[in-house]
């Protein structure tokens, strides 16, 4: 992705990059196209009526880390708080549809390879929200 | 909208629908093309440089409106712990766009109809939020 | 729905609407919302083993909805090839999702009101491209 | 990212993943992101004026790679004619918003980059929908 080199050429931030917000953006859209993609999987699966929770999980994780991920790219002018409760919703959403992929990662590869990725995307939320504590 | 009719025939709502959520829905999706609009209408005014501020949160209002609508949409299985905290998120970037937008109300009349549907999906959410602890 | 409101105080339109563009907006959004549903909906369903190819269309046409009414709100600067292309897109896309949720109206009641909101919104895609090139 | 891990572990793909879609979906990513990124970092600018015709094709080029990467990602069912219509508008935008931002390249940076990643979205789109036709 070219986050870390459009970010750095923002007027306002002028190579002054938070590298743990870049790679939470980053997380955030590969979460998303990881998400729709387990959810579509899910229901292609000959156990579909098993993976409804899975597949419900999966979207709404997609559509936050959508939203997220775009909102956290923005630089001109400041949204602070929002910025903080998106992040804080991003990590409960993959925190959970993590944790629901994980029960049938030994199933299913494309549960198990989301499941690593919700994870990733929620520590790295995690990490750019102690991050906007230090500098925005 | 067609967002209590559609509920209503769910599988797992059977006419049982929370109707506080319901408006919250068509509030948010109303909220997402109104905040388009907005930032849209603002990048066209011969002062753009003094709306940049205004424009950035009418975006951010828009990606967790459009967010927001579709996980509010979603009756199957559940995930009520990632709807309250976009809830929250929705109700704070409302909130803080209506106030923007408010503060150019006089002299944008879109500043002024943004603002008024900013305050009516905060309200909104914040309705559906309180309905979620009684019933879901 | 603000979408003619607001569009008629954009400083470039000052009140000389496209209203069959505006209609195609506000049939955009109540489509993006009544497919979300249905997906949902299907997905709820004890039979969703045979509804996975109505889900995967209606998830598609959501996206396509979504995306359609976002760009067909933007009135600074242009983009007419680009808004007549994803209105065509928009338009096959409510064609194929409302044909194959009218083959399920009789059964399940989400997929007739979706079938409906499908067909309206095809139709508002088309007259809003045939009233761009007239005037836009 | 992880589309093409993803994809090969699809029920009905099963490693016989279409390389060209999937370097598709990772583009349109891409490129969402970078003309979101793009669009933000031109408000910030102090010639901003100069700038909303470029912002405006941004956020339209944005709107429409997030939902052609969503729908190419889909391997459950199919929607061949929708996924073609939806590949010719996203080349369209990134053909105009690169050519857009390619006029601001010497200037800034940022439209320098978001040129370079809508002309590998371009020739993605193309090289997927070339693709389809062969197979699908």
């Known amino acids: 992705m070219h986050a870390h080199e459009m970010i750095g050429t923002h007027p306002h931030v002028k190579g002054k990059t938070n590298d743990a917000?870049?790679?939470?953006?980053?997380?955030?859209?590969?979460?998303?196209?990881t998400c729709t993609s387990c959810a579509d999987a899910c229901l292609g699966e000959p156990m579909v009526?098993?993976?409804?929770?899975?597949?419900?999980?999966?979207?709404d994780c997609a559509d936050?880390?959508?939203?997220t991920g775009a909102i956290a790219t923005r630089r001109t002018g400041?949204?602070?708080?929002?910025?903080?409760q998106m992040l804080h919703a991003c990590?409960?959403?993959?925190?959970?549809c993590?944790?629901?992929?994980?029960?049938?990662a030994g199933m299913h590869e494309h549960c198990r390879i989301c499941?690593?990725?919700c994870r990733r995307c929620e520590?790295?939320?995690?990490?750019?929200?102690?991050?906007?504590?230090?500098?925005?």
Chains 1, 2, 3, 4 share one sequence.
């Open 78 to 84: 400041s949204n602070e708080e929002v910025i903080r």
């Open 64 to 67: 936050i880390c959508m939203a």
């Open 49 to 59: 009526a098993q993976l409804i929770q899975c597949i419900r999980l999966n979207m």
């Open 115 to 117: 499941a690593d990725a």
């Open 98 to 104: 993590g944790e629901e992929c994980g029960r049938h």
């Open 123 to 136: 520590q790295a939320c995690r990490q750019a929200m102690d991050s906007i504590g230090a500098r925005h």
């Open 91 to 96: 990590m409960t959403a993959c925190r959970i």
């Open 21 to 33: 917000l870049i790679r939470c953006i980053e997380e955030c859209f590969d979460c998303a196209q």
